[in-house]
C-alpha cells in the first residue's frame, strides 16, 4: 500500500549547490594535506616556519646581490654592511669556472663549437626518430671533438681516423673475404709475428720487473717481501717467455678455420704498426704540406666545467661498451676470459675511486721513465673509464640475470648462434632492464669526476677550491661560487635524470 | 705528434727506465721549459690571476730560475700540487724544483730525500681567535675547538705546543685554507691556526678585521723555501744561488729599475761579479755570465718581489718582520759572491 494523497511532488531536480566552503578549493586542500591531524598540523607549522626563516635570509641575499665590483673588498663597500651575495666573482671569473684558467680566451668558442656538435651527435644514439643517417656523424664526432678542443694539425684526427677505417676494412678482409688456404698463410704469418712480439715484450717486462724490485731495496721487512715478490715474478717470466710466444703463436695459427682470432690479431698488428711506423711521419709530412693548424692546447691546460664535461661524456660512452662485455664475459662458459673479467670488476669494485686517481697522478710517474710524457688527462679517463665500466658491468649483469631461461633456449632453438643470440635477443631485453641502474652509474660518475680536484687537475671543484677562493682579491668568497658550481651540475644530472624516464617509457612493452 | 710514445711506452719504460738519468739543468735545458710545482693557491705567494697568469711569492722564484737558466722567464711550466701530491710529483721527476711553500724539517731534508736550497720566506704558526673570547694568551686555550689544514706540519706543531702546556684541544681537520677560513668565520671552531703570514692574510679580508686577535704566541719555526731532488748537486746550486742572487741584489742595492745601468760595470767588485761583469761565476754554475742580472730582471730584486706581492702596500699587507735583510735585523742573508 502506497499513500497517494501526496500534496508536493518536484518535478525537476535541485540544481547542485556549491560545496561548503570548507570543503572546497584551497582551504580543501589544505585541511586534507597540512592540518588533518594535531601532529600533520604542528609538522606544518614547523616547517612554514623554516622555509618562512630560509626565504629571509636567502631571498635579500640574491636581491642584494652585487654584479659589478673588482674585489670581494669592494662588494663589502657597496653592501655597506647589508647582507648579499657577492656574484661579482662569477661576472669576473666565469671564463675560468667554465673552460679552466690556462686555456686560451681566444679559443673558447672552440668548445662551445665542440659542445654544440655534441648535441647533434648525441641525437641518433637518444631518439629512434632522428634519421640513421646521422650515426655516421656519430662516428665522426670523437676526431672533431678532438681537433677542436686539443687543437694541433687537422691531419692527426684524420690519420686516425684513416686508419680506424683501414683496421676494419683489415678485418674484413682476413676474417670473411679471403679463402681459407689464403688465411692458413696469413694465420702463419701474423702467429709468427704476434709469438715473437709477445716473447720479446715478455722478456722486456722481465727486466723491468727486476729494475722495480731493485729500486725498492730491501730496507725494511714489507720492501724485502716485495722485493723478493718482483724478482720472483721477473723469474717466472724469464723462464716462461719463450714459451708463451709459442703457445700464443701456435693459437693464434690453429685458429685460421674460424677466422675470428686470426683476423682480430692480424687488425690489432696493423693497427700497431701503422700508428707506430707510417703515423708520425706521415702526418707531419702532410702538415708541412698544407697546415690545416689550430692553436694547440696541452691536456694541463683543460679545466672548468669543460674539463667535468669532457672526462663525464667520454668515460661514460666508452665505459658502456666495455661493461657490456665485461658483463658477457663474466657469463661466459670460457674458464680464462671469465676469470679475467671476474677479476677486474672485483678489484675495480674493491678499490675507491680517489685511490685509482691517485695512482694515475702519482704512482704511475714512478714507473714512467722521467721524459715519457703519457698525458695525465688520458690517464684519469683510463682510470675513470675502468672503475664505471666495473660498476656497469654489474648493473648489466643484473639485468642478463634478471631474463626468464626461456629467452636464452629460445634463441638457441632459433638456431642462432652466440653473437646473433647476444645482440638480437639477449641484449635488447637485459639493456632494457638495465636502463635505471646504468643512468644512475653514469649521474654517479659525472659528479665523481669532481675527485680530480684532489689530484691538483682544475676541473669546476678545482677551480673555486684553488685559483678562485685564494685569490687575493677574493678571499672569503665561498656560497656564489660554489651555489654556481651546483647549479650546472643539477642541470645536467637532471636532464640525464628526464631522459632515462622519458626512454624507460618509449621502450615500454608491457602495455597494462 | 708522437702518439706512439704512449701506445708504447710501457714497453719503452723497461728499455729507457734502467738508463741513468741525465742532469736536471740538461733535461731543462733540452726541454726548453722549467717544470715548477707550486700550489693550488695562496693568496700573495702562488694565484692565477684573472687572465690565468701565475702571481706570487713563490711564483717569482721559479720565474727567476728559469730566466737565469732559460733567458725566459715565461718559459714555466706551472705544476700545481696539493699538500700531499707536491713529494710525490718532485720525487717522480713530474717537476724540477718545488717552490710551494714548504717548511724545510730534517725529515723532508733527510728521509724524504730532498735538498732545500734556502728560505724566501720565515714563517711561525700562530693563533688567531674572535676578540670576543678574550684570550689574551694561547696557553689559556684549554679546551678549545681547533680549525687546521691536514697533512701539514701545523697539525704537528699544534700537537706539540697543546701537549707541552698539557691542556687539551680538539681539532677540527680541513683540507684548504678557504675552507678553514669559512668554518672558521661561521663558528665551527673557536681558534683558526695556520702560518702567521696566512693568518694575516686572512684576516685582512676578513668582513670585520678587527673582531679578530692574532695571539702573540708564534708555536714553531717554519721556515719556507725551494727544494729539489737530492743527487742532482749542479742543479741544486743553480736554485740556490739564483735566490741568492735575488737576496744579495737587495743587499747591495741592486734594483730592477739601476740593473741595466748597474750591469755595464761599478765600482762595487761584489756587484761587478753578480752581474757577471767581472770573474766568471756563472760559468761554474753551467750557465753564462748574465744569469743573474736575467733573474733580478724578472721582478727585481728580493725586497721588490717581497713588495709587490706580499708586502705592506698589498691587500695581503705583510711587514718585513723576520724576513728583513739581516742588516735591517732580519734573517735574510745570502753567503757572499765570490
Avoid at chain 1, 23 to 40: H, Q, T, Y
Avoid at chain 1, 359 to 366: I, Q, R, T, W
Wanted: glycine share 10%; proline share 4%; net charge negative.
Amino acid at each position: 500500500m502506497t499513500d497517494t494523497n501526496v500534496s508536493f511532488v518536484r518535478t525537476e531536480q535541485i540544481p547542485p549547490s556549491p560545496p561548503p566552503a570548507a570543503e572546497a578549493g584551497i582551504v580543501k586542500w589544505m585541511r586534507e594535506n597540512l592540518f588533518s591531524s594535531i601532529l600533520n598540523t604542528v609538522l606544518t607549522v614547523i616547517a612554514a616556519y623554516v622555509i618562512i626563516r630560509l626565504l629571509m635570509g636567502i631571498v635579500p641575499w640574491f636581491a642584494n646581490g652585487v654584479w659589478e665590483a673588482g674585489s670581494m673588498r669592494e662588494c663589502r663597500d657597496i653592501l655597506a654592511g647589508a647582507s648579499g651575495a657577492c656574484f661579482a666573482v662569477l661576472v669576473d671569473r666565469w671564463d675560468h669556472l667554465l673552460f679552466g684558467f690556462k686555456y686560451p680566451p681566444e679559443a673558447y668558442f672552440r668548445i662551445v663549437i665542440a659542445l654544440v656538435l655534441l648535441l647533434v651527435a648525441a641525437l641518433p644514439v637518444l631518439f629512434q626518430t632522428v634519421p640513421r643517417k646521422l650515426l655516421l656523424f656519430t662516428g665522426l664526432y670523437p676526431f672533431i671533438a678532438y681537433w677542436l678542443i686539443w687543437g694541433g694539425s687537422l691531419w692527426t684526427p684524420l690519420m686516425l681516423l684513416a686508419l680506424f677505417v683501414l683496421t676494419a676494412m683489415v678485418y674484413r678482409l682476413i676474417g670473411e673475404q679471403i679463402s681459407t688456404d689464403m688465411r692458413k698463410i696469413a694465420a702463419a704469418v701474423v702467429g709468427l709475428i704476434a709469438g715473437v712480439g709477445l716473447a720479446y715484450l715478455l722478456f722486456i717486462g722481465a727486466g723491468e720487473l727486476g729494475f722495480i724490485a731493485n729500486s725498492i731495496g730491501t730496507s725494511g721487512a714489507l720492501n724485502t717481501v716485495a722485493y723478493g715478490a718482483f724478482w720472483l715474478m721477473s723469474g717466472f717470466t724469464y723462464l716462461f717467455f719463450i714459451p708463451m710466444g709459442i703457445f700464443v703463436g701456435y693459437a693464434i695459427y690453429n685458429s685460421y678455420e674460424g677466422g675470428g682470432l686470426v683476423s682480430v690479431v692480424t687488425a690489432l698488428l696493423f693497427l700497431y704498426a701503422a700508428l707506430t711506423f707510417v703515423f708520425g711521419p706521415v702526418s707531419d709530412g702532410l702538415a708541412s704540406v698544407v697546415g690545416l693548424e689550430l692553436q694547440a692546447v696541452a691536456s694541463r691546460d683543460l679545466g672548468g666545467f669543460v674539463l667535468n664535461m669532457i672526462l663525464g661524456t667520454v668515460c661514460v660512452s666508452l665505459s658502456i661498451p666495455l661493461g657490456i662485455a665485461l658483463a658477457l664475459g663474466r657469463q661466459s662458459d670460457m674458464p680464462l676470459i671469465k676469470g679475467v673479467c671476474v677479476i677486474f670488476i672485483e678489484f675495480i669494485r674493491g678499490v675507491p675511486l680517489i685511490t685509482l686517481l691517485f695512482v694515475a697522478n702519482v704512482m704511475l710517474a714512478y714507473f714512467m721513465p722521467p721524459e715519457s710524457n703519457f698525458d695525465l688527462v688520458l690517464r684519469v679517463i683510463i682510470m675513470i673509464t675502468a672503475f664505471s665500466a666495473a660498476y656497469i658491468a654489474e648493473v648489466i649483469r643484473g639485468g642478463l640475470a634478471a631474463l626468464p631461461k626461456g629467452q636464452y633456449e629460445a634463441a638457441d632453438s632459433l638456431g642462432l648462434n652466440y653473437a646473433q643470440a647476444t645482440r638480437l635477443i639477449i641484449l635488447p631485453q637485459a639493456l632494457k632492464i638495465s636502463i635505471p641502474g646504468i643512468v644512475n652509474v653514469a649521474v654517479g660518475l659525472f659528479k665523481d669526476t669532481t675527485l680530480v680536484s684532489i689530484i691538483s687537475m682544475f676541473d669546476l671543484v678545482g677551480m673555486i677550491r684553488g685559483p678562485i677562493q685564494n685569490a687575493t682579491e677574493w678571499i672569503g668568497v665561498y656560497w656564489e661560487v660554489y651555489g654556481f658550481g651546483a647549479m650546472l651540475f643539477f642541470v645536467v644530472c637532471y636532464g640525464i635524470s628526464q631522459y632515462s624516464q622519458w626512454l624507460e617509457r618509449q621502450l615500454q612493452t608491457d602495455h597494462h | 705528434m708522437k702518439k706512439s710514445v704512449i701506445l708504447g711506452a710501457f714497453a719503452v719504460a723497461g728499455l729507457s727506465a734502467g738508463m741513468a738519468a741525465a742532469g736536471t739543468l740538461d733535461d731543462v735545458k733540452a726541454r726548453g721549459q722549467l717544470n715548477c710545482g707550486v700550489t693550488t693557491g695562496v693568496p700573495g705567494f702562488a694565484e692565477p690571476d684573472a687572465n690565468g697568469v701565475w702571481q706570487g711569492f713563490d711564483v717569482a722564484v721559479c720565474r727567476a730560475v728559469a730566466a737565469a737558466v732559460l733567458s725566459d722567464s715565461n718559459a714555466v711550466q706551472f705544476v700545481p700540487t696539493t699538500g700531499k701530491t707536491r713529494f710525490t710529483a718532485l720525487a717522480s721527476g713530474e717537476i724540477d724544483m718545488l717552490a710551494r711553500n714548504t717548511t724545510w724539517t730534517f725529515s723532508r731534508d733527510v728521509d724524504l730525500k730532498f735538498e732545500f736550497t734556502g728560505v724566501n720566506y720565515y714563517d711561525g704558526q700562530g693563533f688567531m681567535i674572535p676578540k670576543e673570547l678574550g684570550v689574551s694568551s694561547a696557553k689559556d686555550l684549554d679546551g678549545a675547538t681547533v680549525c687546521i689544514q691536514t697533512g701539514t706540519t701545523t697539525e704537528l706543531n699544534l700537537a706539540d705546543f697543546f701537549r707541552s702546556n698539557n691542556i687539551s684541544y680538539e681539532p677540527v681537520p680541513i683540507e684548504t685554507g678557504a675552507e678553514a677560513v669559512q668554518q672558521y668565520t661561521a663558528g665551527a671552531c673557536d681558534v683558526y691556526t695556520t702560518d702567521a703570514s696566512a693568518l694575516a692574510a686572512q684576516r685582512a679580508n676578513f668582513e670585520d678585521p678587527d673582531a679578530h686577535v692574532i695571539m702573540p704566541e708564534i708555536i714553531s719555526k717554519e721556515p719556507l723555501g725551494p727544494l729539489v731532488r737530492h743527487g742532482d748537486n749542479e742543479w741544486g746550486d743553480i736554485v740556490r744561488w739564483t735566490l741568492n742572487a735575488l737576496i744579495t741584489a737587495e743587499e747591495l742595492g741592486v734594483t730592477s729599475a739601476n740593473l741595466a745601468e748597474l750591469a755595464g760595470g761599478t765600482n762595487n767588485p761584489e756587484i761587478n761579479r753578480l752581474l757577471g761583469t767581472e770573474g766568471d761565476l756563472g760559468g761554474m754554475l753551467g750557465l753564462d755570465g748574465d744569469w743573474a742580472e736575467r733573474a733580478i730582471g724578472v721582478a727585481g730584486n728580493y725586497g721588490e718581489i717581497f713588495a709587490t706581492n706580499i708586502g705592506e702596500e698589498t691587500p695581503i699587507g705583510l711587514a718585513r718582520g723576520l724576513n728583513a735583510q739581516y742588516t735591517d735585523g732580519g734573517l735574510i742573508y745570502s753567503p757572499p759572491f765570490r
